[in-house]
């Protein structure tokens, strides 16, 4: 069963983190993405499973609204391993307990 979390969970959750050095992500923008991702958590997630698409694409087009350009969202129940290219600033990793979610904009 997927576990719920708090807007705080999300917030302590959130990694914001490139090549092992704090990325210049502003307050405020750091702030939108953990509010977006956690109201996204809180409406796809059911007591039988996560709708892990549905989740990504509400992340991606809700920054996109405030933050135009080519934002991307992978979400996965366990941890996994990427290598992307973000613009300067631009990329977030949020590890909970069940769930860990990348969010970065490309060139």
Not at 13 to 41: D, W, Y
Not at 59 to 84: D, L, Q
Not at 93 to 103: A, H, M, P, R, S
Request: with cysteine.
């Amino acid at each position: 069963m997927p576990k719920l979390y708090k807007l705080s969970e999300v917030r302590d959750g959130a990694n914001a983190m490139s090549n092992g050095a704090k990325t210049q992500m502003s307050g405020e923008k750091f702030e939108s993405a953990v509010r977006i991702i956690f109201e996204a958590i809180k409406i796809h997630s059911y007591p039988e499973e996560r709708e892990w698409l549905e989740m990504c694409s509400r992340i991606r087009n809700e920054m996109k609204k405030f933050y135009p350009g080519s934002w991307h969202c992978i979400a996965y129940e366990t941890k996994f391993y990427s290598i992307v290219e973000s613009t300067s600033g631009d990329y977030m990793t949020v590890k909970l307990d069940d769930l860990y979610i990348e969010l970065f904009r490309s060139h």
